[in-house]
């Protein structure tokens, strides 16, 4: 299933470091909160605000019954393209589930449209590719 999915938007800060940032190049809190915000205007729950890992940021969502999580990521800027940010969604299991490959199993087909369905609703997400974990997405393919 493609869960993993690559845009790009020139709507987001991906040029000035945050105090609260874990590293300067820790981008896309932003996005995340401007996906939470769209999430909830569809009725779906999702968490308060985003965390932040040393590569990115993420939140928790729901959608059948089950709490997937969305994890975006900034790719340094090409400024021929526009601003590129990656996003993959996951599963929100424990850590020994999450050691056996539990993130990855379960993902409801759901999930995957609501972040979909959001990205869309703005014009200002552009050549968005959704692809299958473990391989590129390839911007010649994507949609304008």
């Given at each position: 299933m493609n869960t993993e999915v690559a845009f790009h938007s020139n709507a987001f800060n991906c040029t000035?470091?945050?105090?609260?940032?874990?590293?300067?190049?820790?981008?896309?809190?932003?996005?995340?909160?401007?996906?939470?915000?769209?999430?909830?205007?569809?009725?779906?729950?999702?968490?308060?605000?985003?965390?932040?890992?040393?590569?990115?940021?993420?939140?928790?969502?729901?959608?059948?019954?089950a709490e997937h999580c969305f994890v975006v990521g900034f790719q340094?800027?090409?400024?021929?393209?526009?601003?590129?940010?990656?996003?993959?969604?996951?599963?929100?299991?424990?850590f020994l589930r999450s050691i056996f490959g539990g993130r990855r199993r379960d993902i409801s087909p759901k999930a995957v449209e609501a972040i979909d369905a959001a990205l869309k609703s703005s014009t200002d997400i552009r050549k968005m590719v959704w692809h299958e974990p473990g391989t590129d997405a390839d911007d010649e393919r994507a949609a304008a």
């Open positions: 000035q470091p945050r105090d609260y940032f874990i590293n300067d190049c820790c981008f896309g809190d932003d996005v995340c909160k401007w996906l939470i915000a769209q999430l909830r205007a569809r009725g779906i729950a999702t968490a308060d605000k985003p965390g932040q890992e040393d590569f990115g940021w993420y939140f928790t969502f729901t959608v059948d019954g340094p800027n090409d400024p021929a393209k526009g601003d590129r940010w990656l996003g993959s969604i996951e599963r929100s299991v424990g």
